[in-house]
Structures are given as C-alpha cells and as structure tokens.
C-alpha cells in the first residue's frame, strides 16, 4: 500500500517545527503542494523555506496540485464541500498513480496542524493509503504563545468554532476560539468580553491585539483591513474571554 506522511509544518515560523517533523521531512520522495489561490506566494514561500533547510542531502520531488474553487455553498454547505472533495480525491489518486511509484513515499506539508481545521486527513481516509500524521504547532497554539495566556480558565471547556458559526451564537457558558472568519464576528457578537486577537501569526508581518472586546474591536477592524490591503492575504486567529 502507497505511504503517505502527513506533516504539521506549524502556523507560520519555520521554527515551529518539531524533531519529529524534521524525521519525516527527511523521508519523503515526492511532497504534494496544494496550491490555494490568494494567499498562495506566502505559503507556498514558507514551505519552500522548510524544505531547503530541514531536508538534508536527500533526493526530493516536488508536485504543484491545482486546488479547483469551491462552488458557491448557497444553502447546502456540506453538499458543496463534498463535492469539492470527490473531486480532490480524483485527482490525488491520478497524481499518486503517475508519481508514487515502487515504494516512494508522499508527503504533505500541512500549515498548523492536520487535525485543526485541515481536509487533508479525509481527502486520504478515501483513498487506498497508508497514512502516518506528524503533529504540528497549530494558530491556537500560537495565539496563546504570543500572547502569554492559557487558552482555558481553571476546569472551564474551551470552543473552537469558525467565523461562519460565530455569527449564528456563540454559547453564553464557556469561551471561543474563532478561527476561518471572513466576517469578522468579533465586531458582531453581542455580550461583554475580553479579546486575544492575533493576525499572521508567526511571521514577520504578526500583529497582536488585546483588551475589552468593546474598546479593541475598531482598533481590530482597522488593522485588519490596512494588513489585509497591505499584504493581498489575512490569517486571524482569535480568543474570546466572557468578563465575569
Ligand atoms: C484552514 S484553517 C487551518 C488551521 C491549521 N490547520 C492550524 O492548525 O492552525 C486556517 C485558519 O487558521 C487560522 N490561522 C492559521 N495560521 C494562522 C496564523 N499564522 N495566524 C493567525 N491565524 C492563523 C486562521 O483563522 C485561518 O483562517
């Protein structure tokens, strides 16, 4: 069965890497790079970085893959997203047929980690693979790190959610983590909280941000933009803290 390592890369500081990711970098014939449109030459810059300096003397091939857009969800998001799926699945069988050949092993780069907010794992669960995941520093991770915080208070569950979920509620018991927000639903949600905003975490462009989310959100909102206009691309990550 064709071998596929699946590498959590971390969330932007080639130093996030781990030992053991170094290990498997060092074991893979033919890396798999997804190529995803906006925020493609950071990226794409970023794992090109990692390779040239953690791959020691060793052969390696590197595959550009075409990511097709997503169609419009409308009012069927999982519809979409499965769809997008089948046909990313296709394509990686094709692609493992032409490149992984004998017993040469694939490998993919995965910003963060492959478990946080990642199709990569159940793009391969459907395909005949035999996966090893190596785990990575996810955004999360980072947030709290720069920050200096633990991410839950003492006994008390933390969520993860996305930008999209936020803006429908978010629970009035525990604290959120918001990650994938196009819409910025910190400047939405209604209550009283304590924000940790961190943008491009990890890299030299990394902006952070915390306070009462009353008094930080137009400070948030504008960075964000000017960064946004700035840099062609944003990543936020974000905690919100219910004040008690
Ligand atoms: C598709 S998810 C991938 C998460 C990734 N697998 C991880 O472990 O961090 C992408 C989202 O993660 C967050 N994110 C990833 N890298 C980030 C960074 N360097 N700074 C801030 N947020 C980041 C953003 O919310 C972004 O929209």
Redo the contacts with the bound molecule.
Sequence with gaps: MRRILVI?IG??NPDYLTVQAIDALNRVDVFFIPDKGEEKSALRHLREEILARFIDKRAYETVGVDIPRRRAAGDDYRGSVDEWHAALTANYGNLFERHLTGDKVGGFL?????????STLLLMERLDVEVEVIP?????Q??AARHGIALNRIGEPVLLTTGRKAMLGLPDDMDSV????GEQAFAHVPGDYDIFW??????KE?ILVSGRLADVKDEIVDKRAKARAANGWI???YLLRRRT
């Excluded at 995965?110 to 990642?118: C, H, N, Q, R």
């Excluded at 961190?198 to 890299?203: D, F, H, R, V």
């Design positions: 959590g969330a932007g995965v910003w963060g980690d492959p478990m946080l907010y990642d990575g520093i996810t955004a999360v980072a947030l918001i990650l994938l927000d961190g943008a491009y975490l990890g890299t990394e990543m936020d990550t």
